[in-house]
Each structure stands twice: as C-alpha cells, then as structure tokens.
C-alpha cells in the first residue's frame, strides 16, 4: 500500500510560470513532510520542509503549503526556471518527537521547465 | 567536504555472484540508509541503522545485508545477485531524526545483474 501518492508522474510548464507539485498520504501519523529535487546521475537534495503544526512554509521561489485534513500537500515554485527541471520527490516521516527516523518516499514527479 | 561518498558508481553482476557496496559519510551523522531506486517506484528504504553496531529492516531487505562496524561507513551486500536487484542504490545520512528528517544522499550507485 503507497502512504505517499504522487499521481502526476510528469509535469511541463513554461518559464516564468507558476510550478505546482501535488502530493497526498494515506497514514495519519505522518507529521513532517519533505521534498527532495533529484537531476539525472546525481543524488536526491533537500529542498523544503514543513512540520504538521504548520500549513505553510516559504523558502524564496518555493513554497509548500499543507492541508492536513485532505492528506495533501503541494509544492509550488514561483517563478519557474529551466534550472527547476528535476524529479521532485514528496516524503513523509512519523514521530516528529523522535520516535522515528524513517522517511516514506512517492514515486516522484519529472518537471520540465520550458525556456 | 566530501558529504556522503558511494562506491563503486557503476557494477554489472551475473546472476548469482556477490559484491558489496560502500557508504562512507564524513558529516559525523548517526544514521544511515541504503535505498533503491528503480522507475516508477520511487526510493525504496532497504535497510538503515540508528548508529554505529545497529542495523535495522526497511521497506525491501530480503536479499541484502548490511553492517555498521564504524560510524562514518555503511555497508550493503549481496550475497547471491537476482536480475531483480537490478537498481540505482542511494546511501543517505542524517545527523538527528525526528523533526528535522532530513537526510543527505550520495550520489547513487548503478547496479545491473545479467
């Protein structure tokens, strides 16, 4: 059973445009929501974060917004450049008091930033 | 600073023949990971370790070993290869868990098993 669901598996948008990243879990105990950016041949890097006490988190052109009673939450990058095209990867962890320290994955989505 | 170092980057295996990989992770984080990437799958967790001496199960261990003797290096074995572990093998640290979560990837080994 998938607990963090990414169902587009590609997205294309034009620079300068607004990007958004959908993601949605399945496990109620998720409480600490990542994602990563991932380029061809090199490996996965934090991008942003965001606790289950929060429903937003803003990090320059990115900004992750969370609504826990949908079990969603979503990336959005504004303004979109060619450099943001990637594999973007939503991850979820339980036990944010330290209990655990296992991240959950989605399948990914591969955004395309056209010039 | 080298961060998470994974070696080598690129193996072909037969069937049936074993090989480990290496992690090495100069970050003095207590935890490490091995995942597997494979299309359509996203990063699956194999096995990690909560510190030095401790191994522990993920999502897909079966047909993998790992071990933990210093703190700075993991350890993932196959000890018979299957064309199913066929993959892209991610080594990861991190220095806390809990809130944070964040964790630091190497840069992905390639396995193929003929």
């Known amino acids: 059973d998938q607990q963090v669901k990414q169902n587009s598996p590609s997205l294309s948008v034009q620079e300068g445009r607004i990007s958004i990243l959908n993601c949605d879990y399945t496990?109620?105990?998720?409480?600490?929501f990542l994602w990563y950016k991932k380029y061809p041949a090199e490996g996965p890097t934090f991008l942003i974060s965001i606790s289950s006490i929060k429903d937003k988190n803003e990090d320059g052109r990115f900004t992750v917004f969370l609504n826990k009673s949908a079990k969603h939450l979503s990336l959005h990058i504004v303004p979109s450049q060619p450099g943001d095209s990637a594999v973007y990867f939503c991850?979820?962890?339980?036990?944010?008091?330290?209990?655990?320290?296992?991240?959950?994955f989605g399948k990914g989505t591969l955004l395309t930033v056209n010039p | 600073n080298a961060g998470v170092t994974q070696t080598p980057k690129f193996r072909v295996l037969k069937t049936g023949q074993s090989m480990t990989l290496l992690c090495a992770q100069d970050?003095?984080?207590?935890?490490m990971y091995w995942y597997r990437q494979d299309p359509g799958m996203g990063l699956r967790l194999i096995h990690y370790s909560v510190g030095e001496g401790t191994t522990a199960k993920g999502e897909v261990p079966d047909g993998y070993n790992v071990s933990r003797l210093k703190k700075q290096n993991f350890l993932l074995g196959l000890e018979s290869a299957a064309p199913s572990q066929t993959s892209v093998y991610f080594c990861a640290s991190s220095l806390r868990r809990g809130l944070s979560g964040e964790l630091f990837f190497g840069e992905g080994s390639r396995l193929t098993v003929l």
């Open positions: 496990n109620s105990m998720f409480d600490y």
């Open positions: 991850a979820a962890s339980a036990g944010s008091g330290g209990s655990n320290y296992k991240l959950t």
């Open positions: 970050m003095n984080h207590e935890y």
